[in-house]
């Protein structure tokens, strides 16, 4: 067992979700409308931002067939993003790439 002062410390920075729309990773084609939910956490120093989007399945897929996304949010901000392959399911895992807005919920 690790004594409490060896453990890694995660720490949940907030979360951000809404409603916005998934564009390719240029933003010259916008692929439709998705729901997101992206949580944000820091480990020492490293900073990952990961969530889920929710949109169509024919939609997703071929967001995933492009490459590289976007989403872009209700107050106009866009968030670079990977998503994992939705194999046919309305949602899909993503990682944030990019600087990530400030969270709606602050920890």
Do not use: W
Not at 11 to 38: F, N, Q, V
Request: hydrophobic share 40%.
């Amino acid at each position: 067992m690790q004594s409490i002062r060896h453990r890694r410390s995660l720490k949940h920075l907030g979360s951000l979700h809404g409603s916005g729309k998934l564009l390719d990773g240029h933003g010259g084609r916008s692929y439709g409308p998705i729901a997101y939910e992206i949580d944000g956490y820091v480990d020492h120093l490293a900073r990952s931002d990961n969530g889920r989007i929710q949109g169509g399945a024919n939609m997703l897929s071929l967001a995933f067939l492009a490459g590289p996304a976007r989403i872009a949010l209700a107050d106009g901000q866009v968030v670079d993003v990977v998503l994992e392959d939705p194999r046919g399911d309305v949602v899909a895992e993503i990682t944030v790439k990019s600087r990530f807005p400030e969270f709606a919920d602050n920890v």
